[in-house]
């Protein structure tokens, strides 16, 4: 396997154990190539939860750009809601991970299509 095929198990294994979702495995292959080489890299590949500047990072750069939402209180909501599930005392939050919740709590699979 490719080391981003073994990238793309390790994220199946923290949302089934972690998070509590069975993952939809083409869905979540499709955001990690969306990521292009930010997987690859130790800083890009992990969301910050307790960083405000990141949060930032992921509402205006992947909620508002890539999947097209309107700004507003309910995006903050989500990620919110996302870093919850995946464990605030987590310490590795892979982007990925967190870009396949959004993704499905506001039923985007369709930008993936």
Same mark, same amino acid.
């Given at each position: 396997?490719?080391?981003?095929?073994?990238?793309?198990?390790?994220?199946?294994?923290?949302?089934?154990? +972690?998070?509590?979702?069975?993952? &939809?495995?083409?869905? #979540? /292959?499709?955001?990690?190539?969306?990521?292009?080489?930010?997987i690859y890299n130790a800083d890009s590949s992990t969301v910050a939860g307790s960083s405000g500047s990141e949060l930032e990072t992921v509402r205006t750069n992947f909620l508002m +750009?890539?999947?097209?939402?309107? &700004?507003?209180?309910? #995006? /903050?909501?989500a990620i919110d809601k996302v870093i919850e599930t995946y464990g605030r005392s987590e310490r590795n939050k892979y982007r990925a991970v967190v870009y396949y919740l959004l993704v499905k709590h506001f039923g985007k699979d369709a930008v993936y299509g």
């Open positions: 396997m490719s080391k981003r095929d073994d990238l793309i198990v390790k994220y199946a294994e923290d949302l089934r154990t +972690k998070c509590g979702v069975e993952p &939809d495995m083409a869905l #979540l /292959t499709k955001v990690t190539l969306g990521l292009g080489p930010a +750009k890539k999947l097209g939402l309107a &700004d507003g209180p309910e #995006l /903050t909501a």
